[in-house]
């Protein structure tokens, strides 16, 4: 298994081949290669399956000029995708599915279960990806301390394509949760003034929804892309009646969504140097 490979979990989908094509983008600016993850049931498919995944294999490699490699796991999908994607260190997971119907129909309703078990930052994605470069990043700030680990991706992907970043602010009249936000905000700003990041603030205003306003927001820009921070420990209630993460993940529009779990090791702001 090739560690830090990108991770695309397959099951000859059509989203699957989305997942791959943004996959693809992704690994060419990154200069890292692709795995493909199929879960069987049974032993006795694996012979069945690796001759399908071949066709893949060379189809890639002739469309794209990428040879991915091959994982097939016995097993369940819901801890196979966490178990190789944290084994093999993957640069990023590309999941494809077709919105909160899709997502349950994949995952159950365990699809941010999958996903905040994942070390690393896992792209959902619904479409196939447009011909240009991600222009610019949606990225929603709220009270918790672990929305400034989005930080670092924010400035990975805005030194990867040249994305300019939108910081969306939501309207709140509790004083301690505004602190809170305030201080993410300040720290935001000189995260990104010292590393010269391009980026506007938006405030919403509206007596909506915070999490409508984002997707609204990110649909009106050509070729975004919204990061969210996941929230650990997210309870069952929040899985089954849709958790405000689930409704940015599987929006209507079917927009891409980066999501980066909270990690220990980078909770302190030390971390971001």
Known sequence: MTKENILVPWDFSQVAGYALQHAIKFAKLLNTGISLLHIIKKEKEELEVSEKLKIVVNETQEKY???????????????AIT????????????????????????TGSWALKVIVGCESPVVV??????????????????????????LVWANYLHRLFGAKIFVLLP??????ILKKIN??????KNYFADHGINYDI?????????????????????????MIMTTKNISFQDYVLGADEQKIIANELGLPVMCINPRQDLSKAGSFN
């Open 65 to 79: 000029g990428i040879t991915p490699e091959v994982l097939i796991k016995e097993g369940n999908i819901f801890s």
């Open 83 to 106: 178990e190789i994607g944290n084994e093999m260190a993957a640069s990023l997971i590309v999941m494809g599915t077709h919105g909160i119907k899709g997502m349950q129909k994949f």
């Open 125 to 150: 994605v619904q479409e196939a990806p447009k011909d240009d470069p991600i222009e610019n990043l949606v990225f929603p700030i709220d009270f918790r301390n672990e929305n400034k680990q989005k």
């Open 171 to 176: 309207s709140e009249t509790d004083k301690l």
């Open 183 to 188: 201080q993410n905000l300040l720290f935001a």
């Open 202 to 226: 938006k405030l919403f205003e509206d007596k909506g929804s915070f999490v409508d306003f984002t997707i609204d927001f990110a649909e009106k820009l050509p070729n975004s892309l919204i």
